[in-house]
Structures are given as structure tokens and as C-alpha cells.
């Protein structure tokens, strides 16, 4: 969440007083707001039933709003569940809103593995593959 600054309005406003007389009176309307500012990865590839060969260099992509100056920690879980195995402990965003990494795929071998991205910045923020993929 970001806090924002708040504004002041001022405005004067004429007023005829018990007396007959006109007098000035100012309100100040202050106004404060916080705002709600949504980070987060979606992982793009490999996000269907692939497969990847050992040895070979995959892509992997991703969507975000988190910026160039920002990483991501690049895990694989070849059961699908558990993400044991680091890829990547601080893969840069290569473009403003979407950024790939190229893995040279390593074993062993499986028909149920995943990705999971998750920024470094507020482990938190993270995806996970929606299905798994082969590693042959």
C-alpha cells in the first residue's frame, strides 16, 4: 500500500453576519487517500503439457508489473508439489511488463514437473505452472 499525500481545497465564502455585515469565512477540505497497488508474476510458459529435453534450452516467460530493477527467484518442483530445487536465485525482468529466462534444462527426468516464479522483493508475490510439463 502507498500512501499518498493529501490535497487542501480552500475555499472563501461570503457570508451576510447577524450585524448586516458581509464577512469572509474560509473552509479548508482536506482530503486523504491510501491506495491499494497490485504487484504480481503470471507465468506464461511453459504453462500447458510440454515437454523439455535434457540438455535443451527452454524459455521460461512470464507477465508482471513489478519493473526492470526488480528479480525473481525461479524454482522447479519435478513431483509438482514440492519446489526444492532453485533454477534461478535472482533472474532479472528483462522487459518493463514481461521477461523470459532461457534454462538449459538439467535431470532427471519426470512427467509432473512445475514452475514457480516468486519476486524477491516480497516473497509473497509468486505463480506456479497451472499444469505439469515433461522433463525427458
Do not use: Q
Request: proline share 2%.
Amino acid at each position: 500500500m502507498k500512501r499518498c499525500a493529501y490535497w487542501k481545497r480552500r475555499a472563501n465564502i461570503a457570508k451576510r453576519s447577524a450585524d448586516g455585515f458581509h464577512r469572509t469565512v474560509s473552509l479548508i477540505h482536506e482530503i486523504s487517500a491510501t491506495l491499494s497497488v497490485w504487484s504480481g508474476i503470471t507465468i506464461t510458459a511453459p504453462n500447458t503439457a510440454i515437454t523439455w529435453a535434457i540438455g535443451s534450452v527452454a524459455r521460461i516467460r512470464w507477465n508482471h508489473n513489478l519493473g526492470t530493477a526488480e528479480t525473481v527467484r525461479i524454482e522447479i518442483a519435478r513431483d509438482g508439489v514440492n519446489y526444492n530445487e532453485v533454477i534461478a536465485a535472482a533472474a532479472p525482468n528483462t522487459a518493463n511488463t514481461s521477461s523470459t529466462y532461457n534454462w538449459t534444462v538439467t535431470g532427471p527426468a519426470t512427467t509432473t514437473a512445475r514452475i514457480r516464479l516468486i519476486w524477491t522483493g516480497n516473497e509473497t508475490i509468486s505463480d506456479d505452472s497451472n499444469v505439469n510439463f515433461r522433463v525427458n
